[in-house]
């Protein structure tokens, strides 16, 4: 069964900083992982979604990387704003073809950038 | 592109109530998932449609729980005699593709007394 854990839970900065969020997950056989970021009472945002033959991807001051064999993806935040606070999510989808691709979700690490 | 639409936002109901909640999914996106958010915790799976189709359902819906998408647009889901266990955030999202991102409404946030 996929399991995916994210470290830290909280995290809090000052603005300015370059932060990098962790996620990890138990089973390499993926179709590709989705960075999510959720603000209170909201639903979730995609941010990056990296393809399983992909090792990156870049969106503005954000990148994500994926070493499938390990287990593990970075989301690196680049210069920090107080608009970045929110709870970030990893998410993964299994590689079955013709299955469901439904996401499988960390806790998520809840982000706080301090002005 | 108007986004995933959920109603209502918020629900308040007493345990032994039936609810019923509605998504509607970005027009032209064919597969439509429900998951379910408890505080502190990630979305879980709970279903998924492709088309008006069932595809697969998590063993987290029991028997109480009922969804459908009639005509492969909007689609519903039902908690019957709720219990407080069921108090949560449900999240329906949408996607057009194969290997494309998932779109998400803000949910409809359900608190069982």
């Known amino acids: 069964k996929q399991e995916v854990t994210q470290i830290p839970a909280a995290l809090s900065v000052p603005e300015g900083e370059n932060l990098v969020l962790n996620c990890s997950f138990t089973?390499?056989?993926?179709?590709?992982l989705q960075w999510f970021r959720q603000d209170p009472g909201k639903g979730l945002t995609s941010l990056l979604l990296?393809?399983?033959?992909?090792r990156e991807q870049t969106s503005g001051r954000l990148n994500a990387s994926l070493d499938k064999s390990s287990g593990r993806s970075t989301l690196y935040i680049a210069a920090s704003q107080p608009g970045d606070s929110a709870t970030y999510l990893c998410?993964?989808?299994?590689?079955?073809?013709?299955?469901?691709?439904?996401?499988?979700f960390g806790k998520g690490t809840k982000l706080t950038v301090n002005p | 592109d108007t986004g995933v639409s959920q109603d209502p936002r918020h629900k308040i109901t007493k345990r032994g109530q039936n609810v019923t909640f509605r998504c509607d999914p970005i027009?032209?996106?064919?597969?439509l998932y429900w998951y379910r958010q408890t505080l502190g915790q990630g979305p879980e799976f709970l279903t998924y449609?492709?088309?008006?189709?069932?595809?697969?359902k998590s063993r987290l819906l029991s028997d109480r729980f009922s969804a459908e998408r009639p005509k492969g647009s909007f689609s519903t889901l039902e908690i019957q005699r709720t219990e407080q266990g069921d108090s949560a955030m449900y999240l329906c999202?949408?996607?057009?593709?194969?290997?494309?991102?998932?779109?998400f409404g803000n949910g409809t946030r359900l608190t069982v007394t």
């Open positions: 998410a993964v989808v299994a590689a079955s073809w013709g299955g469901s691709e439904k996401l499988v």
């Open positions: 089973d390499s056989a993926i179709y590709n």
């Open positions: 990296i393809q399983s033959s992909q």
């Open positions: 027009s032209e996106h064919n597969r």
């Open positions: 449609f492709q088309n008006e189709a069932q595809l697969e």
């Open positions: 999202a949408s996607i057009s593709s194969y290997n494309s991102p998932l779109h």
